[in-house]
C-alpha cells in the first residue's frame, strides 16, 4: 500500500494553490449571493501560503500539518479559515511522529478534521456546508487506497452532494440568513471543497 509524506503533501498543495487562483473569482461570485463575497481570495491565499512555505515544512508529517494549519490561519482570519486551519490540526495530532501515513487513512484523517470543524464552528451534517462534502468525500475513500479510480470517486461523490443541497437551503453560517433564498443556489463553503478535491488528481501522478 502507498503511503502518504511530507512530498506528497508538498506536491498536493502546490496543485491545489494553482488551481485555486484560477477559480477565485468564480468562488468569490458564488459567495457574493451568500456571503461577503470574499471566499475565492481566502482560499487561494491559504493554500498559496502553504504552497510558498512547503519546502520548509519537516518530514514529521504531524509537524507538516501543523506548518499547513499556521499558514492558512496566518493569512485568513475569517470562519472559514479558522475551520480549515482546524481541520489540519486534527490531521496534525493524528499524523503526529510519523514520517509516512497509509493513503487508505485518508478516509479516517477527513473524517477526523470533519468532527472537529463541526466542534469548532457547532455546525452538523446536512446544514448545507463544507462539512457534507467532506463526509461524501470520507464516506466513499474508505479504506481505499490512492489511485486515479478513487480520486474519481471521491470527486464524483462531492459533486453528487453539492448538486443535491443545492436544491435545499442553507443553516449554517452567514448563508442561513438567507433562508429560503438559498434554495437553488450552490454552498460556496461545498464548492470551495469540491474544487480543492478536483485540483488533487492521482496523488501518485
Known amino acids: 500500500m502507498a503511503d502518504f509524506t511530507t512530498t506528497d503533501l508538498r506536491t498536493a498543495a502546490a496543485r491545489i494553490a494553482d488551481h485555486a487562483d484560477a477559480v477565485k473569482d468564480a468562488l468569490c461570485e458564488a459567495d457574493a449571493k451568500l456571503g461577503d463575497g470574499d471566499l475565492g481570495i481566502t482560499v487561494a491565499a491559504g493554500w498559496r501560503e502553504i504552497a510558498d512555505n512547503a519546502d520548509g515544512f519537516p518530514d514529521d508529517v504531524g509537524k507538516a500539518f501543523l506548518e499547513c494549519s499556521k499558514c492558512f490561519q496566518r493569512v485568513s482570519s475569517s470562519s472559514y479559515g479558522t475551520l480549515v486551519a482546524t481541520a489540519f490540526m486534527s490531521a496534525a495530532k493524528a499524523c503526529k511522529g510519523r514520517e509516512a501515513v497509509p493513503f487508505a487513512e485518508v478516509a479516517s484523517l477527513t473524517r477526523g478534521a470533519c ?26 475513500s474508505e479504506g481505499a487506497d490512492t489511485g486515479a479510480a478513487v480520486h474519481a470517486a471521491v470527486l464524483a461523490a462531492a459533486a453528487d452532494c453539492v448538486a443535491t443541497f443545492r436544491e435545499q437551503p442553507n443553516k449554517l453560517g452567514r448563508a442561513r440568513m438567507f433562508g429560503e433564498k438559498s434554495i437553488g443556489l450552490d454552498d460556496p463553503g461545498q464548492l470551495a471543497a469540491l474544487e480543492m478535491i478536483r485540483a488533487l488528481g492521482d496523488p501518485q501522478g
Open 115 to 140: 468532527d472537529a470543524m463541526m466542534a469548532r464552528g457547532k455546525g452538523n451534517l446536512g446544514d448545507k456546508s463544507v462539512l457534507d462534502v467532506m463526509d461524501a468525500a470520507a464516506t466513499v
